[in-house]
């Protein structure tokens, strides 16, 4: 017995060690080997954005300037913009090869209205954020007067969509800043600062036609 042990040992050190099928101390150290090599790979980087290029962007329009919000289509050339005194544009960027905008199209040059067909007053011009619909209608968020409205088209009064907007502890002038769609065509909004120095930032969505705060 003790001959064929031996034996058994030189032919297969590992069956010995286990005292159970060498299979098991081979798929075992495999799993190992695998694992210290995964370990021993170096990380795959996450993407990183950097710079292709830097435009100064100046239009001869009057009062141009302030630009507050930016809605990029994406093939990365059409856009539309919003500023501070809620006027808005359209247009076209271009780009060179590398990716760089060396220039734009604008398109038109308009001063949004009110949910009245008014040019919006100025205590109620700040505009902050904007988000364009599939259909070219778009939503833009508002700052000082808290609150989100939607056009159809920038020559169409705005309608109100603050049905459930929870406007409360709204710090003064640090409202709405930041608006987005998401891809279940739900759109997000929040503030500049938290109402609550310190605190999280609350995320509204608007889905279905009613606000919600899931976040």
Do not use: C
């Not at 590992?14 to 101390?25: C, N, S, T, Y």
């Not at 950097?50 to 329009?61: F, I, M, N, S, T």
């Not at 710090?171 to 608006?179: C, D, G, I, K, V």
């Amino acid at each position: 017995p003790a001959e064929k042990a031996q034996d058994t040992a030189r032919k297969d050190p590992a069956r010995v060690h286990l005292g159970g099928p060498a299979q098991d101390m081979r798929q075992g150290l495999a799993l190992i080997l695998a694992a210290a090599a995964a370990a021993a790979m170096p990380a795959v980087a996450a993407p990183r954005a950097e710079v292709v290029g830097r435009y100064d962007w100046a239009e001869d329009l009057d009062g141009f300037g302030g630009v507050s919000g930016i809605d990029l289509a994406p093939d990365g050339l059409s856009f539309r913009i919003i500023t501070d005194t809620g006027m808005t544009l359209d247009g076209t960027f271009a780009r060179n090869a590398a990716g760089a905008v060396t220039g734009t199209v604008p398109g038109r040059w308009v001063l949004l209205q009110g949910e009245d067909p008014y040019p919006l007053a100025d205590m109620v011009r700040d505009a902050e954020a904007i988000s364009v619909l599939d259909d070219g209608s778009f939503f833009v968020a508002f700052e000082q007067n808290p609150r989100v409205e939607w056009y159809e088209s920038p020559d169409t009064v705005a309608k109100l969509r603050s049905d459930g907007l929870d406007l409360s502890n709204q710090p003064h002038n640090r409202s709405f800043e930041a608006l987005a769609q998401g891809p279940d065509g739900a759109v997000y909004v929040l503030p500049e600062v938290p109402p609550a120095w310190g605190g999280p930032y609350p995320v509204q969505v608007l889905r279905d036609g009613r606000w919600t705060m899931p976040l």
